[in-house]
């Protein structure tokens, strides 16, 4: 303990650079007016407070930030007294939501890092961080980011960056590079391993060869994080715009094993491989067209392979098709879910994508009209044509089905295949001399 505090009160704090309005270009006009008013209001009542972390980097590269966070010296308590529109969440570590209408800020207290020796923090025996609950300066706050251009500060009052770690210049070299010691960090919490391919992927990124080496080697160690947290981040991942970008980098690394156990099997098929390109590259687009993307369909469009597989197999054994599909369904979700914790909400809508691709290969009877009123019909038709697009379907049955739900009742009458009806066995005829036998035999 003395060991500790004597390391504290000798240590210097790093002198950060502070980076003018001149220098960087980014005005108190581009952040957003909630997360003005809660900085001003906690600057008001005596205390330090910034915008903090991927909204300053995101103004930097000339992106819209998707939300604005705040870091302040003042507690939870000093932060709700001070914005009256506000409530303390969280249990891990206490933060507060601070409301402007549809807005919500979300401002944390500066934090440090634990210090083992004096019993702070808790760890398992991999390393990873369970509780990191300790409040700190400016500059703790910083050190314990993930990476430097994470830990960027910017004042609105002032219009200045306040940067550690020099998280501009990386910017600036396009370079990722990770704060302190690469495998001690990646140890303490494994998802900064994912979080490295996608910034590299998002933003056009070289990973620094000393933030890059220790990956491979600790890929295991997402195998000791809740798979619901896997989940979060792999949703970050996928509708980043630049997915398919991310899921080759994850291949690469080989971080795939402790997400996707299944992909490297459906990308190993050449179909498999082709239809999930498509699927990625098409969700990419949608993205960063600012088009809604739904998760359920992108997780359906990345197992869909092995559900076929799992099914064909089942058809082997004599189950029947629509049981053999199904069955497959529950065992590839099954397999999946022990490593990324999908949403209920979200397999839901997988499963009823997977059970029309069987529906809209029927073009006859009242089938398709069925079909075509069932609520998941149009996310289903996307999910065909994307079969048709990778050679996996034909592509006159995506005709059709575009065909036939713009077509008026009476065309769609005439577009229906007709069965062929079962040949009835004719009744044979029988001759005079049969009957008289048979009459007399009787």
Not at 263 to 285: C, K, Q, S, W, Y
Request: hydrophobic share 40%; with cysteine; glycine share 6%.
């Amino acid at each position: 303990m003395i060991r500790s505090l004597l390391r504290r009160v000798f240590s210097r704090a790093p002198k950060p650079k502070v980076i003018t309005f001149e220098a960087h270009g980014i005005a108190r006009a581009n952040i957003s007016p909630c997360a003005r008013r809660v900085v001003e209001a906690l600057q008001a009542n005596g205390h330090a407070a910034y915008v903090v972390g991927g909204a300053v980097r995101d103004l930097l590269l000339g992106k819209p930030p998707k939300d604005f966070d705040v870091a302040t010296n003042a507690h939870p308590e000093q932060v709700r007294a001070a914005f009256r529109r506000s409530r303390i969440i969280g249990r891990r570590f206490r933060l507060v939501h601070c409301l402007c209408g549809n807005e919500t800020v979300e401002v944390a207290t500066f934090r440090r890092a634990h210090d083992a020796e004096n019993g702070e923090g808790q760890t398992d025996e991999h390393g990873r961080l369970l509780r990191d609950n300790v409040y700190g300066t400016q500059p703790d706050d910083a050190a314990r980011r993930d990476f430097t251009i994470n830990a960027l500060f910017y004042d609105p009052a002032t219009q200045t960056i306040i940067d550690y770690h020099d998280g501009v210049a990386d910017l600036k070299r396009k370079r990722l590079r990770i704060i302190g010691e690469p495998e001690q960090r990646y140890r303490e919490d494994p998802v900064r391993m994912l979080r490295a391919v996608r910034f590299a992927a998002a933003y056009g990124l070289e990973i620094e060869k000393h933030t890059l080496a220790p990956i491979r080697s600790l890929t295991h160690l997402l195998q000791n994080v809740p798979p619901a947290r896997l989940f979060d981040e792999m949703l970050k991942l996928l509708l980043s715009g630049h997915a398919a970008q991310c899921v080759a980098r994850l291949r690469r690394e080989g971080l795939h094993h402790g997400l996707m156990p299944l992909l490297d099997v459906i990308l190993a098929r050449p179909l498999g491989e082709r239809f999930v390109t498509l699927a990625l590259n098409a969700t990419d687009v949608r993205v960063l067209e600012g088009k809604p993307v739904s998760p359920g369909f992108l997780f359906a469009a990345l197992l869909w392979h092995e559900v076929l597989a799992s099914s064909k197999k089942l058809r082997g054994d004599g189950v029947a098709p629509m049981p053999a599909l199904f069955q497959a369904m529950d065992q590839v979700l099954e397999t999946q879910t022990d490593k990324l914790a999908i949403p209920r909400r979200y397999t839901t809508d997988m499963k009823d994508l997977w059970a029309l691709q069987q529906r809209l290969e029927t073009r006859s009877g009242k089938r398709p009209f069925r079909v075509l009123e069932h609520p998941r019909f149009r996310a289903a038709y996307d999910f065909l044509q994307l079969r048709c697009d990778s050679g996996e379907a034909a592509a006159e049955l995506g005709d059709w089905w575009r065909r036939f739900q713009h077509a008026s009742p009476h065309e769609r009458e005439t577009m229906l295949v007709r069965e062929k009806e079962p040949r009835r066995r004719r009744r044979r005829r029988r001759t005079p001399a049969v009957a008289a036998e048979s009459g007399t035999s009787a």
